[in-house]
Nanobody, 119 residues
């Protein structure tokens, strides 16, 4: 069974840093695009950062210059390094991956990890 397992969330003061990790478990697939989305209370889920298999990255304007997304294709992992955190970065962060199987391509989501930034 394929799962995306996230770790690394927590509570941090404004200006601090956190690193999120997401690992895809299972077999029989290759991973295409991966990304981190976030959802604050009362708001819609939004893209924070994404990365293609070839390492091309995309960032939302709100995190550009502060967050860095990276991946390890051999380990099926994607990381999100978050620096200079602000209270408005507080949200549940979700990992998303597009996996290719012999039967087709499918979208998977992680369970979410809470990031709380205090002022």
């Amino acid at each position: 069974q394929v799962q995306l397992v996230e770790s690394g969330g927590g509570l941090v003061q404004a200006g601090g840093s956190l690193r999120l990790s997401c690992a895809a478990s299972g077999s029989g697939f290759s991973i295409n695009d991966m990304g981190w989305y976030r959802q604050a209370p009362g708001k819609r889920r939004e893209l924070a950062a994404a990365i293609t298999r070839d390492g091309i990255t995309t960032y939302s304007d709100s995190v550009k210059g502060r967050f860095t997304i990276s991946r390890d294709n051999a380990e099926n992992t994607v990381l999100l390094q978050m620096n200079s955190l602000k209270p408005e970065d507080t949200a549940v962060y979700y990992c998303k991956a597009i996996l290719s199987f012999s039967t087709g391509r499918y979208q998977y989501w992680g369970q979410g990890t809470q990031v709380t930034v205090s002022s």
